[in-house]
């Protein structure tokens, strides 16, 4: 059963797009500024790690690192800061980054150190596992800086005291943009609410991120219920519910892969122009245009995968979900990259941003009270769900077996799976998500029984909803 949940928050992020070009010129001077700091900050620590100095510790200690770049000497730090202060006297990065230090807001380039140290015990933890192709962080050119946060610490670093403003710090003094109060309370509840400001550069677009705390409705409490998602490049989203009431439903994917194809294809042309052209303005232009359409693309893809992952939760509401199961390769595939696909799907899957789509999914599902549970899915698409054990297929799969002649079905159109022992006709993405729903859940699956029995469930694997845009998914939602 589902626990009943109130009174419970959760970090949640907005996201807005700053348009004011004085506002965005001041600050983007500043980003190339933090960007280079933590560049020559990286290059410091990948010495003392190359070099083996030693001094690892005390240079990704914040407090001593705080009270060198301030020129202050607190008590219990004394010894270290003297030791640190002889040895890289005549240190040119450290007095470079001293020097820097001063143009910057302190408390931001604390937030930025816990950053880079946080990255650094991420790569060691890597070589304790053996992972030995892991590399330390490393310094990125200015020149090609397309993307980069600026963490704004909670002390001082952000205003929104005056009436329709928000004021961030950067240097030890505000700059101040517009921003409509009113229209941002609808999004966080009270600006009281805003935890932490976060300013992200990306493809010359600058974005306010908002950290804020939303309070969590009261969930009642529901009998255990699982629906299987399958995810796809034509079909984006293949949804079974175990159940006999809801109807299955298919998101149209086929709008994604043409934008991708046609970005593809104009990129390509661009590159090609972009290296043929002699005139240095044009050349200029067309590479200011060219992060000017992947920027573009970026926001298309965050704006569709959001309004998706809401209205499929939407829809599990509908019908009193539990839990989500979803294939595991995905869930490898956001993490790192990973996946048991064949290079040219794989290309698919990484081009279009699916690991978004499944986060999106994950971290909204806490407020419907929807658990996520990621599964294996070898097989799925190649059993057929109503006359085989998707399981006990797995378990096979251990003795290395070659189960070719013992499958019990195959695709005999594209979308059409034939079940050979009830000689059956189905949907094999709905197909697959059955299986999927069958590995994760913990309820008892019912078998295809010949004569009408189960009627219901030849129609949720024959007959789904397919919709193509949100206004569709809506409507149906609504209807439900």
């Not at 309070?215 to 009642?220: A, F, Y």
């Not at 529901?222 to 299955?248: F, H, R």
């Not at 194809?261 to 044009?282: C, G, H, P, Q, S």
Request: aromatic fraction near 12%.
């Amino acid at each position: 059963m589902n626990k009943s949940i109130a009174g419970n928050k959760n970090i949640r992020t907005y996201k807005m797009r700053i348009k004011d070009k004085k506002f965005k010129s001041k600050v983007i001077d500043y980003i190339y500024k933090y960007r280079h700091f933590e560049n020559m900050y990286i290059i410091l620590l990948n010495q003392d790690y190359k070099q083996n100095i030693g001094d690892f510790r005390l240079l990704t200690n914040y407090e001593i690192m705080r009270a060198l770049f301030r020129g202050t000497t607190p008590k219990k730090l004394e010894e270290k800061l003297t030791y640190i202060r002889n040895k890289y006297k005549n240190h040119q990065i450290m007095n470079d980054l001293i020097n820097l230090s001063k143009e910057l807001k302190i408390h931001n380039i604390v937030e930025i150190i816990k950053r880079v140290k946080s990255q650094y015990k991420g790569f060691f933890s890597k070589i304790k596992k053996e992972n030995y192709k892991a590399k330390p962080p490393k310094p990125k050119k200015l020149s090609k800086l397309t993307n980069y946060t600026i963490p704004l610490d909670s002390y001082k670093g952000f205003s929104l005291k005056r009436k329709n403003q928000l004021g961030i710090n950067l240097n030890n003094k505000m700059i101040r943009t517009y921003i409509n109060h009113k229209e941002l309370e609808k999004v966080v509840g009270n600006l009281k609410n805003i935890k932490a400001v976060h300013l992200n550069f990306s493809n010359s677009e600058l974005y306010l991120l908002f950290i804020y705390e939303k309070e969590e409705k009261e969930i009642k409490e529901k009998p255990y219920k699982s629906a299987g998602i399958d995810i796809g490049i034509n079909n984006l989203l293949s949804i079974y519910v175990d159940d006999k009431d809801a109807p299955s439903l298919i998101i149209d994917g086929k709008k994604f892969k043409t934008y991708n194809a046609n970005f593809n294809r104009f990129i390509a042309k661009l590159n090609r122009e972009i290296m043929t052209t002699k005139d240095k303005n044009r050349k200029r232009y067309l590479e200011k245009y060219r992060t000017y359409i992947y920027e573009k693309r970026n926001r298309y893809f965050y704006d569709q995968f959001h309004k998706i992952s809401k209205r499929v939760l939407e829809y599990l509401e509908k019908y009193n979900v539990t839990e989500i199961i979803l294939s595991d390769n995905l869930n490898n595939l956001k993490n790192n990259g990973k996946c048991k696909l064949n290079k040219a799907v794989k290309q698919n899957f990484i081009q279009i941003p699916f690991g978004k789509l499944i986060r999106y999914i994950e971290y909204k599902a806490k407020e419907y009270g929807v658990e996520i549970k990621f599964v294996d899915e070898s097989y799925t698409s190649k059993v057929s769900s109503l006359t085989e054990d998707i399981k006990i297929m797995q378990k096979l799969l251990q003795y290395n077996l070659d189960l070719t002649n013992a499958l019990n079905g195959k695709r005999v159109k594209r979308g059409l799976f034939k079940d050979k022992v009830v000689n059956k006709i189905i949907n094999a993405d709905l197909n697959g998500a059955r299986n999927i729903c069958i590995l994760g859940s913990k309820k008892a699956q019912q078998r295809y029984k010949a004569g009408g029995e189960n009627r219901w469930l030849n129609l949720k694997l024959c007959n789904p909803i397919k919709v193509e845009s949100d206004f569709e998914l809506c409507r149906i939602i609504k209807s439900a």
